[in-house]
């Protein structure tokens, strides 16, 4: 009876703040916090209570989108940019132990292909998602150009925008914005069918010498119209719309610093200056920072 209160309790916070069924959701979050916080509520005993618990959390995630809405879960792995070679079946994720989870026991999502960033997705576009051929982490063919021009929305699961916000690379991409440059990466690669190959792929880094700290936050997208939040048994939870975001984030960049975006150190946005063609096309190899 307990879960069944706390679940149904979840639902409509969902709803609460905006998620409904056909939504396109990427699905950003500190999963550790919340099962934490369940354990106490629902008292837990050990690792098969928190199974259940994880798998009934993204059960009620699919329920509430339905068949013809879409999930993508960050499975994000950067040992690629190292030499490391990277196999779409068994290369675990760096950003959070939900979507490790979901990679390791969850048969019903499937992996989209990028080795930096690649997304475990299920859904009415899963089968789309998971056929993008993009060589480059955040362009006009990615999986976050597809969260853009299909009114996508980012749900924050107990974190803030600061920390979950990788749609604003894509942004800066858009914009080609001076302190990042196109990159190459040259790696093992093992598809699904267990074939491996040299592949390249790039992502649009930073600068070296630019030096900055993420800024935007949850509220900055709520004071721009385009994020609804709340709290779920004392944790942050909000949805931002990402074209919303998009148009919030491209604005700061272009007519306000990017100040809303980046606290940066030494720099300011240049939009007149000259491009250094070497940095445009990558090959200063030992003179980049990822993030």
Known sequence: MK???YFADFRKALGDIGLKKNDIVYVSSDVTGVVLTAMKELGFKGRD??????NTLIDVLQEVVGPEGTLLFPVYNWD??????FDIKTTQGQVGSLNNYILNTR??????KHPLYSLMV?????????NMDNQDSWGSNSPFAYLHHNGGKELCLNVNATQGMTFKHYVEQSLNVPYRYQKFFMGEYTDIDGCRETRVYSMYVRRLEVTLTPSQTTDFFVRKGCC?????RGMDMAVIDLPGAYDALSDDLLHNGGHNVYEFENYSIDWDAARDDAYQMGFLKNRDRME
């Open 228 to 232: 609804n939040r709340t709290t779920f």
């Open 122 to 130: 299920w859904g009415k576009d899963a089968d789309r998602l998971v």
């Open 107 to 112: 048969n019903d999502f499937a992996r989209t």
């Open 80 to 85: 690629f940019c190292k030499g490391v070679a």
């Open 3 to 5: 879960e069944s209160t």
């Open 49 to 54: 209570d928190r199974e259940r618990f994880l």
